[in-house]
C-alpha cells in the first residue's frame, strides 16, 4: 500500500482530506501542517505521494529536493506526457499539487488527486458560503441603521424608509447594502450622531 | 482582443513594474483591464501560467528557458518578450558569521567586492560544520551567482555548503529561527535581515555582476500565439511604466504604493532606500551608494538579449540542471527570448531598440554606447567580477 503525506496549513481541510481517502482505501496517511518541519517529515516517512496545498510557501523547497536526491519527491511528471492534462489543470485550479517519489500507476495518483480535488473544492464552497453569509448579514444590519435614520428625519413609515434605499441602489447601480453603507457614512461626514 | 488579464506576482521590489503599470493607468491606455494576483511561490507562478490560470507573470528570467527545455515542471513552452528589469539581489550572511569573519579574518572582508574565502577559513577552523545558504529558486540568477561566489570563495558545494530552495519572502525567518546561514534574494529582503540586525548584506548582485538580468514578463508559447495583439499592448504598457519608473522623483511613489498589504507589506524603510541607491549593507555602517541598485528601463534593461539565455544555459549545464546543451541552441533561444516583439512594442512607442540579439560587449567596465540600435543607446558598465559567470 502507498504511504500519503498531506501538506495543508488548513487542518479542518486536512482532516476531511484525509477521511475521504481513509474511505478510499489508502490506510497510511500522515499529516503534516503549519510550521513542522516538512523536509524533516519526508525524510522520516518517505512517503509514496506528498499532496500539498499550493498556498503552502514550502512548494519551491519540496520541489527542488528532486534534484538532490532519489528518494526525493518529484512533480506529477507522468502528466507532462499530456495523458490528463484536465486532472492537472482541475488540481492547480482547486490549489492542490502532488509529488510522487517513484512511478506510481497512472490510475492511483489519479484517484487520490480526484478526491483531493473534491475536497479542496467542497471547502473553498464552504468558506464562500460563510462569506456570502457574513455580507449579508452585515448588509441587513446597515440596511436597518440606514431606515432607521430616514424614519427619524423625515418622518417616513419603514416600508417607505426601505423603498427609498432601494432607489438609491437602483439608480447608482449597487446592492442595497453598500448603498445603505454610502447613506451612513455621508450622514456621518454632515456632523450627524447615530 | 483578450482584454481582461491576471498576471501573478511574488511580494518582491522589482514587480515594480507591474504595480506602477497598474496604478498609473499604462494598462488601461493600452485597453487592458489587469488583477494582479500575489503568489506564495514560483512553482505556483509557473503552474498557474502553464494551465492558464494567469495570463503572464513576474518570473525568473531562467524560468521560461527551463519550462520549453522541459526540465522545469510540466514542461509546457514559456517565452518572454520583456526584461522587467536589471540587477536588484544580494548575498545576506547571518550576523554572527559576519562578526567571526570580522573578528579573525578582517582582511577576507576588505576586497572588493567582498569574496566568500573568508567563510570557507571559518570553516575549518571556527565553525566545524557544514554551512546552509538560501536560494529562491533552482533556475534563477540568484542560484547561479550565490554558487559562483561560494566557489569562488573556496567553498565545495554538498561538502562545505549546502544550498535550499526557500521562497523570498521566507528567507529572514529562516535566517532568524537559523535553518540556514545566509541566501541570496532579492528586496526587500536583504534589508529586512539587516534592519533586524540578524544578517548584514556580504555582497550585492550589481557587486558580482552589475546589469545582470533578474527577472522577465513570461507567458506560455500558446497564450501569445493566441494573444498577439493583448500581447504587444501588455508590453507597451510595461514598456511606459519601466520609463516611468527610472524617474528619480516616480521612485518615491512606487516606493509608497509597494508598501500596501496587497503588494510587499513590510515598511517604506525597507522599500525606498534601494530604490533611490542608498543601500545598507550592515546595521552599524552607512548607506552606501549603488545608484544602479534596481535598473528598470535605462541600459536597453528591457530587452531579452540571447546573450543572456546563452549564459543561462551555460549555468544550467555547469550545475547539472541540463545534461546535455542543445543541439540548436540560436534558434532555441530565438523561440524564448522572443526579440521581434520587444523591437515591435518599442517602434509603436519611438523608443530605441537594440538591433543584435547578442549583447556586443558583456563584460564591459565603463559606460558605452551601443551603436547597433534603431538610435545609438547609452549602456551602462556590466563589470562581470567572477569567473565563473563569464561563460
Known amino acids: ?194 | 482582443m483578450k482584454q481582461e488579464l491576471r498576471i501573478g506576482f511574488l511580494p518582491l521590489t522589482d514587480c515594480a513594474v507591474l504595480v506602477a503599470a497598474l496604478e498609473r493607468g499604462f494598462f488601461e491606455k493600452y485597453g487592458l483591464h489587469v488583477t494582479l494576483q500575489r503568489e506564495v511561490s514560483w512553482a505556483n507562478i509557473r503552474d498557474r501560467v502553464a494551465f492558464g490560470e494567469l495570463d503572464a507573470a513576474h518570473m525568473l528570467a531562467p524560468m521560461p528557458l527551463a519550462a520549453t527545455l522541459g526540465i522545469d515542471g510540466l514542461g509546457i513552452p514559456m517565452q518572454a518578450a520583456f526584461s522587467l528589469g536589471l540587477n536588484g539581489s544580494a548575498i545576506t550572511v547571518a550576523s554572527s558569521l559576519m562578526e567571526a569573519m570580522r573578528e579573525h579574518y578582517p582582511q577576507a572582508l576588505c576586497t572588493a567586492p567582498v569574496r566568500a574565502h573568508g567563510l570557507k577559513r571559518l570553516l575549518s577552523a571556527q565553525v566545524p560544520r557544514k554551512l546552509v545558504f538560501g536560494c529562491v529558486y533552482p533556475f534563477s540568477q540568484h542560484h547561479y551567482l550565490l554558487q559562483a561566489w561560494l566557489q569562488d570563495g573556496g567553498l565545495a558545494l554538498g561538502q562545505d555548503v549546502e544550498i535550499r530552495v526557500i521562497p523570498p519572502q521566507q528567507m529572514v525567518e529562516s535566517l532568524a529561527q537559523g535553518q540556514i546561514d545566509g541566501y541570496c534574494a532579492g528586496e526587500p529582503w536583504n534589508q529586512q535581515a539587516v534592519s533586524r540586525g540578524i544578517g548584514q548584506v556580504a555582497v550585492t548582485s550589481y557587486d558580482l555582476w552589475n546589469n545582470g538580468p533578474e527577472k522577465v514578463l513570461g507567458v506560455t508559447q500558446a497564450w501569445a500565439e493566441a494573444n498577439p495583439e493583448t500581447h504587444q499592448a501588455l508590453l507597451c504598457a510595461l514598456l511606459e511604466a519601466a520609463h516611468w519608473l527610472d524617474e528619480p522623483h516616480n521612485r518615491v511613489r512606487i516606493a509608497e504604493l509597494l508598501t500596501r498589504p496587497e503588494y510587499l507589506d513590510v515598511p517604506l524603510a525597507l522599500i525606498q532606500p534601494p530604490l533611490l541607491g542608498r543601500y545598507r549593507y550592515a546595521p552599524d555602517e552607512p548607506e552606501r551608494l549603488l545608484p544602479d541598485f534596481n535598473v528598470f528601463a535605462r541600459y536597453a534593461a528591457n530587452f531579452p538579449w540571447h546573450s543572456h539565455g546563452a549564459y543561462f544555459l551555460a549555468q544550467m549545464h555547469a550545475t547539472g540542471q541540463l545534461a546535455t546543451l542543445p543541439a540548436d541552441p540560436v534558434a532555441l533561444l530565438a523561440k524564448v527570448y522572443c526579440t521581434p516583439l520587444y523591437r515591435l512594442a518599442a517602434e509603436t512607442l519611438s523608443l530605441p531598440y537594440p538591433t543584435v540579439d547578442y549583447l556586443p560587449s558583456v563584460h564591459c567596465l565603463a559606460p558605452w554606447v551601443l551603436r547597433d540600435a534603431s538610435q545609438p543607446i547609452a549602456m551602462g558598465n556590466s563589470y562581470v567580477a567572477l569567473e565563473r559567470l563569464r561563460l
Open chain 1, 1 to 194: 500500500m502507498h504511504k500519503l503525506m498531506l501538506v495543508d496549513q488548513d487542518p479542518e481541510r486536512s482532516a476531511s482530506l484525509e477521511v475521504a481517502l481513509l474511505a478510499a482505501g489508502y490506510a497510511h496517511i500522515i499529516r503534516v501542517g503549519q510550521g513542522e518541519n516538512l523536509l524533516a517529515a519526508v525524510r522520516t516517512h518517505q512517503p509514496d505521494i506528498i499532496l500539498i496545498d499550493m498556498q503552502s510557501p514550502d512548494r519551491d523547497t519540496l520541489e527542488s529536493l528532486r534534484n538532490v536526491s532519489r528518494e526525493m519527491p518529484k512533480p506529477i511528471v507522468f502528466f507532462a506526457e499530456q495523458s490528463d492534462i484536465d486532472t492537472t489543470r482541475a488540481a492547480i485550479s482547486a490549489g492542490v499539487s502532488a509529488y510522487i517519489v517513484d512511478d506510481l500507476p497512472g490510475k492511483r495518483l489519479k484517484s487520490v488527486l480526484e478526491v483531493a480535488i473534491a475536497r479542496f473544492q467542497e471547502h473553498q464552497k464552504l468558506k464562500d458560503e460563510l462569506e456570502d453569509y457574513k455580507s449579508r448579514l452585515q448588509d441587513r444590519k446597515d440596511v436597518d441603521k440606514a431606515k432607521g435614520i430616514l424614519m427619524q428625519h423625515r418622518n417616513l413609515t419603514e416600508e417607505e424608509a426601505y423603498q427609498l434605499l432601494r432607489k438609491m441602489a437602483m439608480d447608482r447601480n449597487m446592492k442595497i447594502g453598500e448603498a445603505a453603507r454610502n447613506f451612513v457614512a455621508a450622514m456621518a461626514l454632515l456632523g450627524g450622531k447615530f
